[in-house]
């Protein structure tokens, strides 16, 4: 019973941070769902215009989408403030790039 247990629980959390009629947010939501294919996560999407987050997430990442945020599953969710604590990557990024990280998320 815990092995099933165990299945249902990701090691990692990934937070897309996104906008409407992104063309690079459409290609990081095709590797992720290429890395989730092979490593199952959770995964969160915030779209930066319609984040309600002080500081904003628009003002960190206007100009950067997509972003992603990688941490363990067990992490706190992400806030503006410490986002430059997070794992992350920008722009274009491929499906190796991100289970790099999530193995460097698993460590800590």
């Given at each position: ?35 989730w ?43 503006p ?11 274009r ?16």
């Open positions: 019973m815990q092995a099933t247990r165990r299945l249902l629980q990701y090691a990692c959390r990934i937070t897309l941070f996104t906008r409407e009629n992104c063309g690079l947010c459409t290609e990081a939501k095709t590797v992720l769902s290429d890395v294919d092979s490593r199952p996560f959770q995964f969160k999407e915030v779209d930066i215009i319609k984040s309600d987050s002080k500081p904003s997430w628009r003002d960190l990442y206007e100009f950067d989408v997509p972003v992603i945020h990688i941490s363990k599953s067990s992490a706190p969710e992400e806030h403030e410490a986002a430059a604590k997070a794992i992350s990557l920008m722009h990024f491929t499906a190796h790039m991100v289970h790099e990280n999530m193995n460097q998320a698993e460590k800590e």
